[in-house]
T-cell receptor, first 112, second 115 residues
Framework: SQQGEEDPQALSIQEGENATMNCSYK?????LQWYRQNSGRGLVHLIL?????REKHSGRLRVTLDTSKKSSSLLITASRAADTASYFC????????????FGKGITLSVRP | EAQVTQNPRYLITVTGKKLTVTCSQN?????MSWYRQDPGLGLRQIYY???????DKGDVPEGYKVSRKEKRNFPLILESPSPNQTSLYFC??????????????FGPGTRLTVT
């Protein structure tokens, strides 16, 4: 079964609304990262949160991590049509020699 | 400009005809890897390399080979491609950003179709 599983699988919102995406994982991690992928293109790193951190911000992005529940959330505030993309969480397992394990992704559509 | 490049970007080939997808990075990263992305399955790691001449299998290595003769290049080789290797392939290199933490830089992808 997948180490990182995102929820929901797809999300459609209106421009200006907030988008919340969740990721759950199964085993102990060193850190958790969120990536964005525009259609047919490579993934772009958005933000990283370490296992000893609970919340991080970067511009309109806010990431939380709850290691007791083995879950993370990515919040995009004041969404824009340009935020339309797929979003992936990736976990670096403890002692995994920098190997990231990706989830299947969330498709976010922001309607203008 | 720091980047990961892949070639070709698109390739249509026939079963059994050997092919190589090249990957090059200009960031002097030690760690590089290859992924394939398929609908409903997300990204799965094929092979990775911790440094020159050091490679290891990822989650789905069957039917693939890699080599790492120089730090900047990490080609993916399909000796005898089959239709189930039709996929979108990504090369990535990793930058260390703290103890045990890495950020991956992805190439633009290679869309491979094997008929």
């Amino acid at each position: 079964s997948q180490q990182g599983e995102e929820d929901p699988q797809a999300l459609s919102i209106q421009e200006g609304e907030n988008a919340t995406m969740n990721c759950s994982y199964k085993t102990s991690i060193n850190n958790l990262q969120w990536y964005r992928q525009n259609s047919g293109r490579g993934l772009v790193h958005l933000i990283l949160i370490r296992s000893n951190e609970r919340e991080k911000h970067s511009g309109r992005l806010r990431v939380t991590l709850d290691t007791s529940k083995k879950s993370s959330s990515l919040l995009i505030t004041a969404s824009r049509a340009a935020d339309t993309a797929s979003y992936f969480c990736a976990t670096l397992l403890t002692g995994a020699n920098s190997k990231l394990t990706f989830g299947k992704g969330i498709t976010l559509s922001v309607r203008p | 400009e720091a980047q990961v490049t892949q070639n070709p970007r698109y390739l249509i080939t026939v079963t059994g005809k050997k092919l190589t997808v090249t990957c090059s990075q200009n960031m002097n990263h030690e760690y590089m890897s290859w992924y394939r992305q398929d609908p409903g399955l997300g990204l799965r790691q094929i092979y990775y390399s911790m440094n020159v001449e050091v490679t290891d299998k990822g989650d789905v290595p069957e039917g693939y080979k890699v080599s790492r003769k120089e730090k900047r290049n990490f080609p993916l080789i399909l000796e005898s491609p089959s239709p189930n290797q039709t996929s979108l392939y990504f090369c990535a290199s990793s930058r260390p950003i703290g103890t045990g933490s890495y950020e991956q830089y992805f190439g633009p992808g290679t869309r491979l179709t094997v008929t």
